[in-house]
C-alpha cells in the first residue's frame, strides 16, 4: 500500500488521498446538487443547474421544459400554410395548404327554422352576380325577391341598374310600376300615374300609405331627394304633368314648421309651401 503525500490530479496523503483534479484541471465548486452537471469554466471544473430550454432530473433524462419553445426557434414554415393535422387520425403537425384547411371548416348549415351553425357559405354559381343573388338565411343563394321582376320582367336588377339620369328610368314593370333610379342603396319605383291631381299635404300623405296599386300595399310620398330624382327623369318615367306642382314629404325646417317642399315639374323650381295648399301627389315604394 502506497504512503505519503499523492501527486497528480490527488491531494493528501495515502493511504486516504482525495480527488482534487480531473486531467489536470482543478476541481471547484463540485456539491452533488441533483440534476446537475460539472462543467469545465475553462480554468476548473464546477458542479452547475442546468438553466435554458432544457431540464434533467437527478436520474439524468433530459427534456424540453414547458412553454421554453418559441417561433423563432421552430422550424421555418413554407409560405401561406397553417400548422395543423387533416390525416383523420394521430399524426405529427403539417403545413396545411389555405384549400387544406378549407377543407377542414364545417359547413354553413343554413336556417330552417330551429337556428343553423357558422361555418363555410357555399359558393356561388356562375353567373349569380348578373343575376343579383344573395345568400340567404336558410343558405342557398337566391335573387332578391321583387328586384328583378317586381312581379314579372322587364324591371332592373339589383347591383347592375345605373345610378338615376342615365337611361335606366322610366323602365315599366309587368306589374305596372316605372322604375325612377337608385337613391341611398335602394331602388325606387313610381306609380304609373299620379295618384292625386289635387290634395293638401296630409291627406297626401294618407292617401299614400293607404294606397294598394299594382299589387302594392308599400307606397308612401317621396322625400324631397326621390321626388328630385322624379323630376330628372320625368321623361322617362311619364305620365307627370309638365306644369304642375308635387308634394315631397320634406318639410323645410323641422316637422311642425307647416312649410313642406314640393317641386314645380315646369321648370325643376324647388319651392316650400304651407301644408294646406292643393298640388299633385305621385306615390313611390322602394326595394
Not at 335573387?143 to 345605373?162: A, F, K, Q
Not at 299620379?194 to 300595399?217: E, K
Not at 323645410?252 to 301644408?275: Q, R
Request: aromatic share 6%.
Amino acid at each position: 500500500m502506497p504512503s505519503g503525500s499523492a501527486s497528480g490530479d490527488l491531494s493528501g496523503t495515502y493511504p486516504g488521498p482525495t480527488v482534487a483534479k480531473i486531467n489536470g484541471v482543478a476541481l471547484g465548486s463540485t456539491t452533488a446538487t441533483a440534476g446537475n452537471l460539472l462543467i469545465g469554466s475553462g480554468t476548473q471544473w464546477v458542479s452547475n443547474a442546468v438553466t435554458g430550454d432544457v431540464v434533467i432530473t437527478n436520474g439524468g433524462l433530459t427534456a424540453i421544459g414547458s412553454n421554453r419553445v418559441t417561433n423563432a426557434q421552430r422550424a421555418q414554415m413554407a409560405a401561406n400554410t397553417i400548422k395543423g393535422n387533416n390525416t383523420g387520425g394521430t399524426a405529427n403537425e403539417a403545413d396545411l395548404t389555405a384549400t387544406q384547411v378549407t377543407a377542414l371548416l364545417n359547413a354553413m348549415v343554413g336556417d330552417s327554422g330551429a337556428g343553423g351553425t357558422k361555418g363555410l357559405v357555399p359558393a356561388p354559381a356562375s353567373g349569380d352576380a348578373a343575376a343579383g343573388k344573395y345568400l340567404k338565411a336558410d343558405g342557398t343563394w337566391a335573387t332578391v325577391s321583387g328586384s328583378s321582376s317586381e312581379g314579372g320582367p322587364g324591371c332592373p336588377t339589383i347591383g347592375t341598374i345605373t345610378e338615376p339620369g342615365t337611361g335606366s328610368a322610366g323602365t315599366a314593370c309587368s306589374v305596372g310600376s316605372k322604375f325612377i333610379g337608385r337613391h341611398a342603396g335602394a331602388n325606387y319605383f313610381a306609380t304609373a300615374s299620379d295618384d292625386s291631381t289635387a290634395t293638401i299635404f296630409f291627406p297626401a300623405i294618407t292617401l299614400c300609405n293607404n294606397l294598394n296599386r299594382h299589387g302594392r300595399t308599400d307606397w308612401f310620398l317621396p322625400s324631397l331627394a326621390v321626388l328630385q330624382m322624379m323630376s330628372e327623369n320625368r321623361t322617362q318615367i311619364g305620365s307627370f304633368n309638365n306644369a304642375a306642382d308635387y308634394w315631397s314629404a320634406s318639410y323645410a325646417g323641422s316637422s311642425g314648421t307647416a312649410n313642406v317642399w314640393f317641386i314645380n315639374f315646369a321648370h325643376e323650381g324647388l319651392s316650400a309651401s304651407d301644408e294646406w295648399q292643393s298640388k299633385r301627389a305621385r306615390c313611390v315604394r322602394r326595394t
